[in-house]
């Protein structure tokens, strides 16, 4: 039985920093690209980062780049999401996600499995 589950969201004021966590359980993690995904109200779910098996390679969103950093253990079956410097704008769940695809996989569809969601509030 495959499982992701989001957890560090929560509610901070804009500029904090918040590292949201994905345990993974019943998948040979190290063999899945890895993503995290946002959706915020009355919106589509929209990509943010991924990250390859290995780790070497990663994209991001450009409203994510320079702000925030994915990041992986495969001996943890885990990935990381670390938000600085966050806006309002950044309100929203966030996804993370799994794809048996080779690279970065930035689209909804090229994923297999999908986490409850974690949310993340930035207030003004």
């Known amino acids: 039985q495959v499982q992701l589950v989001e957890s560090g969201g929560g509610v901070v004021q804009a500029g904090a920093s918040l590292r949201l966590s994905c345990a993974a359980s019943g998948l040979t993690f190290s063999f899945y690209t890895m993503g995290w995904f946002r959706q915020a109200p009355g919106k589509e779910r929209e990509f943010v980062a991924t990250i390859s098996w290995s780790g070497d390679n990663t994209y991001y969103a450009d409203s994510a780049k320079g702000r925030f950093t994915i990041s992986r253990d495969n001996a943890k079956k885990a990935v990381y999401l670390q938000m600085n410097s966050l806006k309002p704008e950044d309100t929203a769940v966030y996804y993370c996600?799994?794809?048996?695809?080779?690279?970065?996989?930035?689209?909804?569809?090229?994923?297999?499995?999908w986490g409850q969601g974690t949310q993340v509030t930035v207030s003004s």
């Open positions: 996600a799994a794809a048996r695809t080779t690279g970065w996989a930035t689209r909804l569809d090229e994923y297999d499995y």
